[in-house]
């Protein structure tokens, strides 16, 4: 599902704002599927395509060339990275940004190696199917790995975008965003799975407290897959975060 415009406002009604989803590594709009269901009174939700860019900068441009003229903007994972980048480039479009299980800091080097490692792995024949398997342990919390529909939709999330999609992803720079994220004045919400071993705890507490007007928000018992391993606590703070007064 590619990113559109609002749609037009009938006569005497106000339209519903812009909320654009941006999936992670791997995601498709199933991520967010949840979401779109229990948000849509309240937003005219997109999911945008970030599967096509080689950079960065080419993904964010996309995704403003066909976003409404302002938005709210929700990016979880890699999808968070993009939205720094969207910052970047049109801080005053975003209306209200959120953050979900994600870093504003570049990879480390044990990180970035991590990434060359899995990238050798998907070139070789007949090894994609095995990625997935293999980041499990640190996509849910450990309950969660015998959760055969959890498991089941990311693994079919992951086949469908396939081993191209994987190379290109993990390949992208993922540079600093303290500056991007510093420079917004609307609401922030910072949201975390407790025990994400992807990308910690830690680094959203210390996104948080960059930004005096930040919310965070924990989510118990989730790994990195908030929005899918715990849907509806999810939803409920984005919803919260969506009527907070600007």
């Known amino acids: 599902m590619s990113v559109a415009a609002a749609g037009s406002m009938s006569a005497g009604i106000e339209p519903r704002p812009q909320l654009i989803l941006l999936p992670g590594l ?19 939700c997109h999911v945008a395509d970030l599967t096509r860019g ?7 441009e ?14 979880f994972s890699l999808g968070g990275y993009v939205a720094q980048e969207i910052a970047r480039q049109a801080p005053g479009r975003i209306e209200r940004l959120a953050l979900i299980d994600t870093s504003i800091r570049p990879d480390s080097p044990e990180r970035a190696a991590a990434r060359r490692s899995l990238i050798a792995t998907a070139r070789l024949p007949g090894q994609f199917k095995g990625i997935t398997d293999r980041m499990l342990p640190t996509y849910v919390h450990a309950s969660r790995l015998s959760d055969s529909d959890l498991i089941g939709r990311i693994r079919a999330m992951n086949e469908r ?17 303290e500056a991007a994220l510093r420079s917004l004045t609307c609401p922030v919400l910072i949201m975390c799975g ?5 990308t910690p705890l830690s680094d959203h507490q210390e996104m948080a407290a960059m930004l005096p007007h930040a919310q965070l928000v924990i989510i118990e018992d989730s790994g990195h897959m908030t929005p899918m391993e715990r849907p509806h606590a999810v939803t409920e703070a984005l919803r919260q ?6």
């Open 241 to 246: 975060w969506l009527v907070a007064r600007a």
């Open 54 to 60: 080689e950079t960065l900068l080419e993904l964010a």
């Open 62 to 75: 996309t995704v403003l060339a066909e976003a409404a003229p302002t938005f709210a903007l929700a990016g």
């Open 26 to 44: 791997l995601c498709d709009a199933d991520l967010w599927r949840d979401q779109i269901a229990e948000l849509s009174d309240l937003a005219d």
């Open 194 to 198: 407790k025990q994400d071993a992807l």
């Open 161 to 177: 975008l396939g081993r191209d999609v994987f190379i290109r992803q993990n390949t992208l720079d993922r540079p600093d965003g």
